[in-house]
T-cell receptor
Framework: ELKVEQNPLFLSMQEGKNYTIYCNYS?????LYWYRQDPGKSLESLFV?????AVKQEGRLMASLDTKARLSTLHITAAVHDLSATYFC??????????FGGGTRVLVKP | DAGVIQSPRHEVTEMGQEVTLRCKPI?????LFWYRQTMMRGLELLIY????????DSGMPEDRFSAKMPNASFSTLKIQPSEPRDSAVYFC??????????????FGNGTRLTVT
């Protein structure tokens, strides 16, 4: 059974500083997704990572995938308040099922 | 595109009542997923369909839960009878097939179910 673990579960950030969220998974997969969820809202797709070494960037967010280490990272550069949300990684296993990590709740303080 | 459309947005019902949640996927998507989100268990996959056919329902918690997809544009998730522990946010999501999986799952706005 595929297990997906994120850490930390909660991240209090200071504006302007850099932080990283980690996503580890237990079985082979070469498809990994990052989502953002604001309180009471739906999940919004951020990145789709499809191969080893994939790196994608959008604004202050950058995601990377190392399939050999079964690890993805979401790096936040110079955090701003608007980035406060919960971030989920999700890994696609056989049968096209997505298994989600437990989420990292991010709070950016001024 | 209107995105994945779910109804109702909120549902409050009494224990023992039947609850039906509805979903309209994005046109052209051939996969449809039902997820449940709770604080304790996070996001759990309940069931998914490919071309209207249920592929994996191993996440459906009990026989009280059932899901159907009578056509490509409509799916339902039914709970009968409902129990307080079913209280959660239920999300429907749709996507293209794996060959086009550079496209992610698109989620609806969810149905917040409260069973009293």
């Amino acid at each position: 059974e595929l297990k997906v673990e994120q850490n930390p579960l909660f991240l209090s950030m200071q504006e302007g500083k850099n932080y990283t969220i980690y996503c580890n998974y237990s079985t082979t997969s070469d498809r990994l997704y990052w989502y953002r969820q604001d309180p009471g809202k739906s999940l919004e797709s951020l990145f789709v990572l499809l191969s080893n070494g994939a790196v994608k960037q959008e604004g202050r967010l950058m995601a990377s995938l190392d399939t050999k280490a079964r690890l993805s990272t979401l790096h936040i550069t110079a955090a701003v308040h608007d980035l406060s949300a919960t971030y989920f990684c999700a890994v696609e296993a056989a049968g096209n099922k997505l298994t989600f990590g437990g989420g990292t709740r991010v709070l950016v303080k001024p | 595109d209107a995105g994945v459309i779910q109804s109702p947005r909120h549902e409050v019902t009494e224990m023992g009542q039947e609850v039906t949640l509805r979903c309209k996927p994005i046109s052209g998507h051939d996969y449809l997923f039902w997820y449940r989100q709770t604080m304790m268990r996070g996001l759990e996959l309940l069931i998914y369909f490919n071309n209207n056919v249920p592929i994996d329902d191993s996440g459906m918690p009990e026989d009280r839960f059932s899901a159907k997809m009578p056509n490509a544009s409509f799916s339902t998730l039914k709970i009968q009878p409902s129990e307080p522990r079913d209280s959660a946010v239920y999300f429907c999501a749709s996507s293209f097939s794996p060959g086009r999986r550079n496209s992610p799952l698109h989620f609806g706005n969810g149905t917040r179910l409260t069973v009293t």
